[in-house]
């Protein structure tokens, strides 16, 4: 069922009010995309459709919190998707799981907050400005700010002390300010 934007906002509005019907829809709309994210993060189906439940009772429990000035639906659902998933792996890291993030988890490839960021100049800009990074410092950047990836995260998979992670994203958020004019 394809949805608009402006459904799935109406129907986030309908579940906040309780509303079961428009609840149905906005998961019939919406399933397979926050599935998707999901399983990119987890690499395990079950445990991905399990996480799964868990968003739509989030999103069931929060929709009265959605703000649509601050973000389209399907990014608000997906970043909760998201963050549940990594809350979970996270988890699984503690246990002894060796796990891995993917940068290019995306909510909605038709048409994104993402999508319509990446057309615009801004992150044009930016883009280049990751490239004058060392690699490393800019998949660092990366995993930091738009996956979620804490510190320690990224102190395991650099191999490097937490307080040298602390210092080079200083450091490559200050380059990025300059390459930026900001």
């Excluded at 739509?56 to 998933?85: E, F, H, K």
């Excluded at 891995?100 to 490839?109: A, G, K, L, S, W």
Aim: net charge neutral; proline share 4%.
């Amino acid at each position: 069922m394809q949805c608009t934007p402006g459904d799935l906002k109406d129907h986030l509005i309908a579940c906040a009010q309780g509303d079961r019907v428009a609840f149905a829809a906005l998961y019939q709309a919406t399933s397979l995309k926050l599935f998707g994210i999901v399983l990119r993060i987890l690499k395990d189906q079950a445990l991905s459709e399990d996480v799964l439940q868990e968003v739509y009772v989030t999103i069931w429990r929060q929709a009265a919190r959605y703000d649509p000035d601050r973000a389209s639906p399907i990014t608000w659902m997906g970043t909760i998707a998201r963050n549940r998933a990594i809350d979970v792996l996270r988890r699984q890291k503690g246990q002894g799981m060796t796990v891995e993030i993917e940068i290019d988890t995306i909510v909605d490839p038709s048409r994104s907050a993402p999508d319509e960021l990446e057309r615009s100049q801004a992150y044009q800009a930016l883009s280049v400005c990751l490239e004058a990074l060392d690699p490393n410092r800019a998949k660092m950047v990366r995993l930091a700010y738009l996956e979620g990836a804490s510190r320690q995260d990224l102190a395991d998979l650099f191999g490097q002390p937490v307080n040298t992670i602390k210092t080079w994203l200083h450091r490559s958020l200050k380059q990025l300010k300059e390459c930026l004019g900001s």
